[in-house]
Nanobody, 124 residues
Framework: QVQLVESGGGLVQAGGSLRLTCAAS????????MGWFRQAPGKEREFVAA?????????YYGDPVKGRFTISRDNAKNTVYLQMNSLKPEDTAVYYC????????????????WGQGTQVTVSS
């Protein structure tokens, strides 16, 4: 299996920034894509961003975060980052890192392994 550990969450004021980190271990050779999802209270888990782990490293973003969040990778460290800028109160959620093999990178059901989540709270 793949183990994923997120870090970097916290409390930030609206307009501020946070950088989330996801460290992968285990059977990392099986990873095709890494993604970030988030879940706010009372809402379903939604897609935030994804990046191809190998090849061209194409990125994908959910509409609510386009232009504000940036996903990046460091394959040598088996690590993915999510730089979050211009944060809004509606970004408040638990953010989850996930990995997948083949499949569509923006689809939640395509992901096999998930981290424990890290809380991001944006105050107004």
């Amino acid at each position: 299996q793949v183990q994923l550990v997120e870090s970097g969450g916290g409390l930030v004021q609206a307009g501020g920034s946070l950088r989330l980190t996801c460290a992968a271990s285990g059977r990392t050779f099986s990873i095709y894509d890494m993604g970030w999802f988030r879940q706010a209270p009372g809402k379903e888990r939604e897609f935030v961003a994804a990046i191809n782990w190998w090849s061209g490293g194409s990125t994908y973003y959910g509409d609510p975060v386009k232009g504000r969040f940036t996903i990046s990778r460091d394959n040598a460290k088996n690590t993915v980052y999510l730089q979050m800028n211009s944060l809004k109160p509606e970004d408040t959620a638990v953010y989850y890192c996930a990995s997948k093999g083949g499949g569509i990178a923006t689809r939640r059901e395509a992901y096999d392994y998930w981290g424990q989540g890290t809380q991001v709270t944006v105050s107004s």
